[in-house]
């Protein structure tokens, strides 16, 4: 009767495995501390007031060959003879002498207001403002600018004022909250120009304060961090598609169907080859806006299959025969998973989807926006913890469950109480593993909000951010190839009557229950558990 790989290879072999895994677990994290740059660049642009008094659609340079007429600020005065419809703010991506590559993978753009306060033009309570934005692109600096993208967006605008507002306090500006301003998808083009207008008459862009400046601050992924990222995939991808197909080979192999717990363990296996996937490398040749979306919908089939995953390994090991090897048996966690990912994937096309055919949008854009963006996450997070609090408690179960077994392990013989005693511990050592990767992702995510960018060791700087994420994505690579690997049908067969379970029960068992509970299971523990729940 065979068993798996983990009940069967010696603790010898298993330590050397886990040193094995441990290895390339640190080989990641210092992938991304001392090889990958920061994740992300932020470079702060300052908007050139451009005067266009016939209000044409041109497109109109900050700088050079061909710059456009400007004002440095609205108290010259020319500026007092022009009207607030006649100022366009422009911004030339990126910084002159530099260009943008598609190794940036996208560009984000964020909106700074410097609006002084005044007492006759004051920002009123939930005011809205309205934006006229076109973003243009070419190759070079000869070239006549394409126009990509044109729309009119508006943004709640909120500021706060924390002096006395007095007339001895004019002039002193607001602490406005940054504005959602563009999402683009891919950076395909060496230059881009993004132009603003902020159109006024009696409706529009009513009672937003005397605003001085604009600035826009671009974020996008350094190439660096992207060749790093990249590197790893095209390493992990074919490494975990391998492990799938030999893994299903060896069950296609047995003589009876495979089991649900089989299959959701080929599926996380499937699941993290699809994120694995680097179609990024495809990316750097193609203009494709949509990369992001596909990003994000990579990473939601992978986590809703392992958050199945865990329910299933948990109540596969708790349930009887009668109840096992039907996923209908899971159908509250399994639809919470669902559920979840549903309704994130549909905020996700809300805003993303938008993106590939007007990168100005935002869900944020209107109170109707923000309110039914915020009941989605919260129905999404209220299914998480509804998820989470069922899975614990099933772990919990799934403990004391082993647990009633091994007060059973003093009355078997010294060999056979030995085994089980290795396979009891090994199943509650991967169990805490299983905790630790979910702690561990938690926790790194936390530690990338909160702590510094990089962090300096002796004549080596290294980065925090990058290694939490090389770190996290090969953890989550190691783990599933860790599953696969041990829990693959071993090759090895032993006498059928020493792997018998009637000495586990204490009481005799007829054949037909013993090849029952023998035969149709991957792991002794699968079996034993199956059993003890039966009886």
């Not at 469950?401 to 090994?426: A, C, D, N, S, V």
Request: proline share 4%; with cysteine.
């Amino acid at each position: 009767m065979s068993g798996a790989i983990i009940e069967n290879m010696s603790t010898k072999k298993l330590v050397i495995f886990g040193l094995f895994i441990l290895l390339f677990q640190i080989l990641s994290v210092m992938v991304g501390a001392f090889l990958a740059p920061s994740p992300t660049s932020a470079i702060r642009y300052l908007a050139t007031k451009c005067i266009n008094r016939h209000r044409t659609r041109l497109w109109l340079m900050p700088w050079g060959s061909n710059p456009c007429q400007q004002i440095h600020s609205f108290d010259e005065p020319i500026a007092k003879l022009l009207d607030a419809n006649d100022i366009v703010f422009a911004v030339h991506v990126p910084l002159p002498n530099r260009e943008m590559s598609p190794w940036f993978q996208y560009m984000l753009a964020v909106l700074q207001l410097d609006i002084a306060f005044k007492m006759i033009n004051q920002i009123e309570e939930d005011v809205v403002i309205t934006i006229d934005a076109g973003l243009a692109h070419r190759d070079d600096l000869r070239s006549k600018w394409t126009t990509k993208f044109h729309s009119v967006e508006q943004r709640p605008l909120r500021c706060t004022f924390a002096l006395p507002k007095t007339y001895e306090n004019e002039g002193r500006f607001y602490q406005c909250e940054p504005i959602p301003f563009m999402e683009l998808g891919s950076v395909a083009h060496k230059y881009f120009l993004i132009n603003l207008r902020l159109p006024v008459n009696d409706t529009l862009n009513v009672g937003i304060g005397d605003i001085k400046d604009i600035h826009v601050v671009g974020i996008h992924q350094n190439g660096g961090f992207t060749k790093v990222w990249l590197s790893m995939k095209t390493v992990f991808s074919p490494w975990i598609f391998m492990a799938a197909v030999w893994y299903w080979h060896r069950i296609s192999l047995m003589a009876r169907p495979p089991v649900l717990l089989e299959k959701v363990i080929f599926a996380l296996g499937v699941s993290m080859t699809f994120l694995n996937v680097p179609v990024e490398w495809l990316s750097l040749g193609f203009e494709w806006t949509w990369m992001l979306l596909f990003e994000d919908v990579q990473q939601g089939v992978f986590y809703s299959t392992l958050f199945c995953f865990w329910i299933i390994f948990c109540g596969e090991h708790l349930m009887d025969q009668s109840q096992r090897n039907r996923l209908s048996a899971y159908w509250w966690q399994v639809g919470l998973v669902v559920f979840g990912s549903s309704v994130l994937l549909i905020f996700d096309l809300s805003e993303r989807g938008v993106h590939l055919t007007n990168p100005f949008y935002s869900v944020w854009g209107s109170k109707v926006g923000s309110r039914v963006t915020i009941t989605f996450i919260v129905v999404a997070g209220i299914s998480v913890c509804l998820y989470f609090f069922s899975l614990c408690g099933m772990v919990r179960c799934v403990f004391i469950h082993i647990g009633g077994k091994i007060q059973q392990l003093p009355l078997m013989p010294e060999t056979r109480r030995r085994r089980y005693k290795g396979i009891i511990f090994r199943f509650k050592f991967l169990m805490l593993v299983t905790l630790a990767c979910a702690a561990m992702t938690v926790i790194s995510f936390i530690l990338n909000q909160v702590s510094e960018g990089h962090w300096h060791w002796g004549d080596y700087t290294l980065q925090v951010h990058s290694a939490f994420l090389t770190g996290t994505y090969g953890m989550w690579n190691l783990y599933v190839f860790t599953i696969i690997f041990l829990y693959a049908p071993s090759h090895k067969h032993r006498n059928k009557s020493a792997d018998s379970l009637t000495g586990l029960m204490d009481k005799p068992e007829n054949q037909e229950t013993q090849l029952t509970c023998g035969e149709q299971g991957p792991t002794e523990t699968y079996r034993m558990t199956g059993k003890v729940a039966e009886e």
